[in-house]
């Protein structure tokens, strides 16, 4: 069966820093890769994904996440962050033989202090 | 276009209930996921329903059962609750198919006393 980790449970960050959350899978074959988060209070809300092509992708309010197929891994990242993104990111993946089922990692909560 | 809605939004149980959740896909959306997030286990995979049949189960004993109406309305049902059953219910829909993320609900909120 598939697993994922994420490496960082906490991170506690100052505004305008740069952040990088990393992702690993255990799946050989192909994959879907994706990132949510979840603020406080609100729902899982999908940042970004991969599917197939350019392995560098861009998703909302500024983030992307490059897919290294050797590395097996799917890392977060954003240049400067604000004190809005302080929430819970968790990397998700789906198998190619799993269905439409989901695999997350244990989180990471992002702290931001202004 | 309304978003995914999960009905009771709390719920609180004795130990030996069972319970109903109830979950109401975004429109057009026919596939239907259920996952269950604590924090010492995090997020894991339920089931999935597509056409109102289930086409996908986790790891989770046959306490925990679902189904799927022709509407694509799920519900999800935990018999003989036990203490551990305390979790966050989340919803997600999805258009079927390869290319398409799911969405998900604000979950129901289940405590088990």
């Known amino acids: 069966a598939q697993s994922v980790s994420q490496h960082n449970h906490h991170v506690i960050l100052s505004e305008a820093a740069s952040l990088e959350l990393g992702c690993n899978y255990s799946y050989g074959g192909t994959v879907n890769l994706f990132w949510y988060v979840q603020y406080p209070g609100q729902h899982l809300q999908l940042l970004l994904k991969?599917?197939?092509?350019?392995?560098l992708v861009k998703g909302i309010k500024g983030f992307e996440a490059e897919f290294i197929k050797s590395k097996f891994s799917f890392n977060l990242r954003k240049p400067s962050v604000q004190w809005s993104d302080t929430a819970e990111y968790f990397c998700?993946?789906?198998?190619?033989?799993?269905?439409?089922?989901?695999?997350f990692g244990g989180g990471t909560r992002l702290m931001v202090k202004p | 276009k309304a978003g995914v809605t999960q009905t009771p939004r709390y719920l609180i149980k004795t130990r030996g209930q069972q319970v109903t959740l109830s979950c109401s896909p975004i429109s057009g959306h026919r596939s239907v996921s259920w996952y269950q997030q604590t924090p010492g286990q995090g997020l894991q995979f339920l089931f999935e329903?597509?056409?109102?049949?289930?086409?996908n189960k986790g790891n989770f004993p046959g306490r925990f059962s679902g189904r799927q109406f022709s509407n694509s309305r799920s519900e999800m049902n935990v018999s003989t609750l036990e203490l551990g059953d305390s979790a966050l219910y989340l919803c997600?829909?999805?258009?079927?198919?390869?290319?398409?993320?799911?969405?998900f609900g604000q979950g129901t909120r289940l405590t088990v006393v």
């Open positions: 997600a829909s999805r258009i079927p198919g390869g290319g398409t993320e799911a969405f």
């Open positions: 991969y599917f197939s092509g350019d392995p």
């Open positions: 329903y597509f056409s109102e049949t289930q086409r």
């Open positions: 998700a993946v789906n198998a190619g033989n799993a269905g439409n089922m989901l695999t």
